[in-house]
């Protein structure tokens, strides 16, 4: 079974600075997506971005980018010029390529932004 | 597109008794899960459905009954209540038969077992 870990429960970052979230994941299979997911305080699942396995570059969206590392199973997520808005729950998730809508979720990382 | 919506967005409950949560999505799709958020364990897996009529189990199904008698619809029954089932449920839902289909997930119930 696949597993997804997040091993820093919470993390804090001044607002304009850059902060990394690390997510570690377990698997045998080649083919599989992951993800990054904003968890606000309203509750609402957002998706950050996502990096498919089958490809080299890192995937980037705006101020968000991340670090993959297929042969050490991480998958890091960087925030630059952190804003008070990016205060959130992080979650780092999982998918086989052919498991639809299957996803395997990390505990989740609390990012406090401090002004 | 209302996208996905659950009922209710709270609900209290005494150990024993039986609810359903309510999910529905516009869209199509023909994918639909539930998830439970737990303090400390993220989300897991409830029950998935790949179609109408067609549903399986995930990672922590005990508990839990769903059926999907339309592709709108994919409602989870709690038929006795635990308090171990206190948790907040997300139903989410997706395309099939692209390589890539992104989740949408609703807004949440927060159930409280007594």
């Known amino acids: 079974a696949q597993t997804v870990t997040q091993s820093q429960p919470e993390m804090s970052v001044q607002e304009a600075e850059t902060v990394t979230l690390s997510c570690t994941y377990d698997t045998s299979e080649s083919d599989y997506y992951l993800f990054w997911y904003k968890q606000p305080p309203s509750r609402q699942m957002i998706l950050v971005i996502r990096?498919?396995?089958?490809?080299?570059q890192n995937a980037t969206e705006n101020r968000f980018s991340v670090n993959f590392q297929k042969a050490a199973k991480s998958f890091s997520l960087k925030i630059s010029d952190s804003q008070l808005g990016d205060a959130a729950m992080y979650f780092c998730?999982?998918?086989?390529?052919?498991?639809?809508?299957?996803?395997?979720f990390g505990e989740g990382t609390q990012l406090t932004v401090n002004p | 597109n209302a996208g996905v919506t659950q009922t209710p967005k709270f609900q209290v409950l005494k150990t024993g008794q039986s609810m359903t949560l309510q999910c529905a999505q516009d869209?199509?799709?023909?994918?639909m899960s539930w998830y439970r958020q737990d303090p400390g364990m993220g989300l897991r897996l409830i029950h998935y459905s790949v179609g109408a009529g067609i549903t399986d189990q995930g990672e922590v199904p005990n508990g839990y009954n769903v059926s999907r008698s339309t592709t709108e619809d994919f409602p989870l029954r709690l038929l006795s209540a635990a308090p171990s089932q206190t948790s907040v449920y997300f139903c989410?839902?997706?395309?099939?038969?692209?390589?890539?289909?992104?989740?949408?997930f609703g807004p949440g119930t927060r159930l409280t077992v007594l």
């Open positions: 989410a839902s997706s395309y099939a038969g692209l390589a890539y289909n992104e989740q949408f």
């Open positions: 869209m199509n799709h023909e994918y």
């Open positions: 990096q498919e396995a089958y490809k080299q």
């Open positions: 998730a999982y998918r086989r390529g052919t498991s639809g809508s299957r996803l395997t």
